[in-house]
């Protein structure tokens, strides 16, 4: 069975930093694209990033040159390093892959 389990999330202030991860389990991750997508208060769900079977990587507009995902493929890990931080960027942050596999979402809180 696939399994994504995201952790990292928290409260952090605007301009700061925090690294989720996302650790999967019931697949050959190495074959898979993974991607993270966020959910915040009132709002759809969107793509944040994403990143292929071979290290290619895509991301929103709204993040792009602030955050970064890679990939371990010996630890079965993909993460999402977020810097300068801003309030608009609070919302539940959840692990993806094809076809409609989703983790249960970690809580990332940008506030002072």
């Known amino acids: 069975q696939v399994q994504l389990v995201e952790s990292g999330g928290g409260l952090v202030q605007p301009g700061g930093s925090l690294r989720l991860s996302c650790e999967a389990s019931g697949f050959i991750f190495a074959l898979y694209s993974m991607a993270w997508y966020r959910q915040a208060p009132g709002k759809e769900r969107e793509l944040v990033a994403r990143?292929?079977?071979?290290?290619?990587?895509n991301y929103a507009d709204s993040v792009k040159g602030r955050f970064t995902i890679s990939r371990d493929n010996a630890k079965n890990t993909v993460y999402l390093q977020m810097n300068s931080l801003k309030p608009e960027d609070t919302a539940v942050y959840y692990c993806?892959?094809?076809?409609?596999?989703w983790g249960k979402g970690t809580l990332v809180s940008v506030s002072s």
């Open positions: 993806y892959r094809n076809m409609n596999y």
């Open positions: 990143i292929t079977s071979a290290d290619s990587t």
